[in-house]
């Protein structure tokens, strides 16, 4: 069966640190990878998404940054965090690529302070 | 650009009641739709889901319904149960590219 999984699932950093989210697929191959951040009251804002390794595209310029080097591994980076970048990400795959549903991970819960 | 809208932040309903969520969408190029239900602190979890030659779809207690001439698709739950208090997130796609999302409504199903 396909599972994902994101961590760490709670993070606190202070503004101007580094950031690294961590998202793995298990039970499937070259899935389609998203990175979705969900902000307090509001909906899920796409930001990233590959559909292969070293392939990634953006959706909303910002700070952060995605990375992909392995087929069913997707990392979400910053270099500096910024208070705006306080939210709730979560990770998702598209393992049938010829299916619309994507399935969605735990989510890490990031408050930048 | 919010080519994806939930109008109703929140919707209170009584269990055992028909739970009606509305969603909206501007971009006709959309062919698939879907609903995700989403605990807190959890990841959302797929629902149902319809595909623009349907304008109706059924799984047990839930229908989703999808007119394209209006843009307009509606989740119905009947009948509520507490358990379905959550918040339920529409989301539209055009040609299996990604995905986007309406903002949620929160649905309180009161026992």
């Known amino acids: 069966s396909q599972t994902i999984h994101q961590w760490p699932a709670t993070l606190v950093q202070p503004v101007g640190s580094p950031l690294s989210l961590e998202c793995t697929v298990e039970?499937?191959?070259?899935?389609?990878l998203y990175w979705y951040r969900q902000a307090a009251g509001r909906g899920l804002q796409l930001l990233f998404y590959s559909v292969g390794i070293g392939q990634i595209s953006s959706e909303v310029p910002q700070n952060l940054s995605a990375s992909r080097p392995q087929d069913r591994q997707f990392i979400l980076s910053s270099k500096k965090l910024l208070l705006s970048d306080s939210g709730f990400y979560l990770c998702a795959y598209q393992g049938d690529k010829e299916s619309y549903e994507q399935y969605f991970g735990p989510g890490t819960r990031l408050t930048v302070t | 650009d919010q080519q994806v809208k939930q109008n109703s932040p929140s919707l209170s309903v009584q269990e055992g009641r028909i739970s009606i969520l509305n969603c909206d969408y501007t971009?006709?190029?959309?062919?698939?739709f879907l609903w995700y239900k989403k605990y807190p602190a959890e990841g959302p979890t797929f629902l149902i889901s319809i595909s623009s030659i349907k304008d109706k779809n059924e799984d047990g207690r839930f229908t989703v319904f999808l007119n394209k001439s209006a843009k307009h698709l509606s989740l119905h739950i009947v009948p509520s149960q507490p358990g379905d208090s959550a918040v339920y997130f529409c989301?539209?796609?055009?040609?299996?590219?990604?995905?986007?999302f309406g903002a949620g409504t929160r649905l309180t199903v009161k026992p």
């Open positions: 039970g499937t191959s070259n899935p389609n």
């Open positions: 989301a539209a796609s055009a040609f299996n590219n990604d995905m986007r």
């Open positions: 971009n006709s190029m959309f062919d698939y």
